[in-house]
């Protein structure tokens, strides 16, 4: 199982960025993929996921309407358009997967099995 972000940056409050996440090694279909990110000094925390099973998503409260996690056709990227974005959304964001799908339902269940290295995201005001 591999996962590598990529699509991280700088970018002034109000702007938007778009992270992708090549997934490969295993088959999207039976697997649940989350989106976290840590802050500097903070714990690492989930922000949305996507079941492969179902297609269903979830996003935390802070940044549902703003983010959209999504996938490509042939299900070997993994998206999240981050819009809106403010100061509070720095941080290093990382994607995962669990074959325990899940974990993403109604609801967000960590902890997921596999991560990426991470990107930066960092917004200014």
Known sequence: VQLVESGGGLVQAGGSLRLSCAVSGFTFDDYAIG???QPP??????TSCISGTTGNTYYIDSVKG???ISTDSGKSTVYLQMNSLQPED???YYCAATP???RCDSDFIPPYDYWGQGT????SS
Do not use: D
């Open 41 to 46: 000094g903070k714990e690492r925390k989930g």
């Open 120 to 123: 930066q995201v960092t917004v």
């Open 90 to 92: 720095t941080a290093v």
């Open 100 to 102: 325990i799908t899940w």
């Open 35 to 37: 989106w976290f990110r």
């Open 66 to 68: 703003r983010f959209t």
